[in-house]
T-cell receptor, first 114, second 114 residues
Framework: AQKVTQAQTEISVVEKEDVTLDCVYE???????LFWYKQPPSGELVFLIR??????QNEISGRYSWNFQKSTSSFNFTITASQVVDSAVYFC???????????FGSGTRLLVRP | DTEVTQTPKHLVMGMTNKKSLKCEQH?????MYWYKQKAKKPPELMFV???????INESVPSRFSPECPNSSLLNLHLHALQPEDSALYLC?????????????FGEGSRLTVL
């Protein structure tokens, strides 16, 4: 069975702190894709990153970075020098090869206080 | 600004009403999706349209009726809903249903059933 676990329900940090959002996934497939989405209060899910199972290279995009480790089935997301605008719910998701379905984790609500 | 547009943003309806949610995208995407999101929960897949044909129905009750008039439009017709159907309904699209690229989401239609 496929599953995504985001154990952190809510995280609160002060602006400029670094914060890491954890994501652990389960699948027996060898080809799969991992995603992170941000959902601000407006409701729209904003795509942040997609990683396929064969690419374990970490990625950095501005203040955002992602650490993909197949050995621990984790795909963690770090925000460096957090800002108030980063406050949102963040979802990690898993998609099998040739499957329509995105399997979402339960989400982590991030609150960045000024 | 999101490239997936949903209307209306808010809808209140009684259990005997008939209403529709609309979704439009002009990115040339050939897969379109309806998701339902209850408060503090991740989105759940309802329907998938691939090249304007219904590909997946995730055992959704018949009081929800999807329609895809053309490659840019997706409707969700609502009839005889229950209060527990109150939720945020998200539309999404992706480039090709055979690919596992990212989904682009709209801001959603927040539905309240009285």
């Amino acid at each position: 069975a496929q599953k995504v676990t985001q154990a952190q329900t809510e995280i609160s940090v002060v602006e400029k702190e670094d914060v890491t959002l954890d994501c652990v996934y389960e699948t027996r497939d060898t080809t799969y894709y991992l995603f992170w989405y941000k959902q601000p209060p407006s409701g729209e899910l904003v795509f942040l990153i997609r990683r396929n199972s064969f690419d374990e290279q970490n990625e950095i995009s501005g203040r955002y970075s992602w650490n993909f480790q197949k050995s621990t089935s984790s795909f963690n997301f770090t925000i460096t020098a957090s800002q108030v605008v980063d406050s949102a719910v963040y979802f990690c998701a898993l998609r099998m090869d040739s499957s329509y379905k995105l399997i979402f984790g339960s989400g982590t609500r991030l609150l960045v206080r000024p | 600004d999101t490239e997936v547009t949903q209307t209306p943003k808010h809808l209140v309806m009684g259990m005997t009403n008939k209403k529709s949610l609309k979704c439009e995208q002009h990115m040339g995407h050939r897969a379109m999706y309806w998701y339902k999101q209850k408060a503090k929960k991740p989105p759940e897949l309802m329907f998938v349209y691939s090249y304007e044909k219904l590909s997946i129905n995730e055992s959704v009750p018949s009081r929800f009726s999807p329609e895809c008039p053309n490659s840019s439009l997706l409707n969700l017709h609502l009839h005889a809903l229950q209060p527990e159907d109150s939720a945020l309904y998200l539309c999404a699209s992706s480039q090709d249903p055979r690919e596992t690229g990212e989904l682009f989401f709209g801001e959603g239609s927040r539905l309240t059933v009285l």
